[in-house]
């Protein structure tokens, strides 16, 4: 089993919906975060999360939020989407000790938006 | 402010011959300096990091990165490419004086397609 979990892995929507995409981890990190890719944009923090109690604005938190239901499970909602949030979008973790850094990624949410 | 630059969108080398994949970064302090690389559909796998010590860094799949201070850079090379080594390639940077936050800061990617 995957140690990063992200649902659905694909989803089109229209425009105007509410859309949530979920990430649930094993690895026991404190440490998640949401990016965003975009072709030949690479990588772009959206929102973080230290621990439970801390959320984070990201690069580009504008028309997105989050919610840290519990250590293990970090979502994302698009409150109402439009055809700009289309886009690739990846969960990661990383361990609070020790801090190096280092991601571990979902599989990625393919998030099309008509 | 940290950042990244991937000056590089595509790399084509030849399987059997070296190749390299560019990365220089700006950062306030000392970097920690990461590269990863994504398959087809498929998320962000680790590579290899350079946070102290020999500036020649060693990751998977017989890839290794040397660390150069004076040029800000790190370039990341293998000696001998295999096709299987296609993929998109992202290097990124964190700083550790930002606050301690350690978050890193990714480039545009560069695609690595090694030819048969």
């Known amino acids: 089993d995957a140690d990063v979990t992200q649902t659905p892995r694909n989803r089109i929507t229209k425009t105007g919906k509410r859309i949530m995409l979920e990430c649930s981890q094993t690895?026991?990190?404190?440490?998640m975060y949401w990016y965003r890719q975009d072709p030949g944009l690479g990588l772009r923090l959206i929102y973080y999360s230290f621990d439970v109690k801390d959320i984070n604005k990201g690069e580009i938190s504008d028309g997105y939020s989050v919610s840290r239901q519990a250590q293990a499970k970090f979502s994302l909602s698009l409150e109402s989407a439009i055809p700009n949030q289309t886009a690739l979008y990846f969960c990661a973790t990383s361990a609070q000790v020790p801090n190096t850094g280092e991601l571990f990624f979902g599989e990625g949410s393919r998030l099309t938006v008509l | 402010a940290q950042s990244v630059a991937q000056p590089e969108d595509q790399v084509n080398v030849a399987e059997g011959n070296p190749l390299t994949v560019k990365c220089t970064y700006s950062v306030s302090g000392n970097p920690y300096l990461f590269w990863y690389v994504q398959y087809p559909n498929r998320g962000l796998q680790f590579l290899l990091k350079?946070?102290?010590?020999?500036?020649l860094v060693k990751g998977s799949y017989g890839f290794e990165a040397e660390f150069n201070k004076s040029q800000t850079s790190f370039h990341l090379k293998k000696p001998s490419a295999l096709v299987s080594d296609s993929a998109l390639y992202f290097c990124?940077?964190?700083?550790?004086?930002?606050?301690?936050?350690?978050?890193?800061?990714f480039g545009r990617g560069t695609s690595l397609i090694v030819h048969p």
């Open positions: 990124a940077v964190s700083d550790p004086v930002s606050g301690g936050s350690y978050i890193p800061t």
């Open positions: 350079y946070i102290t010590g020999d500036n």
């Open positions: 690895k026991g990190h404190d440490r």
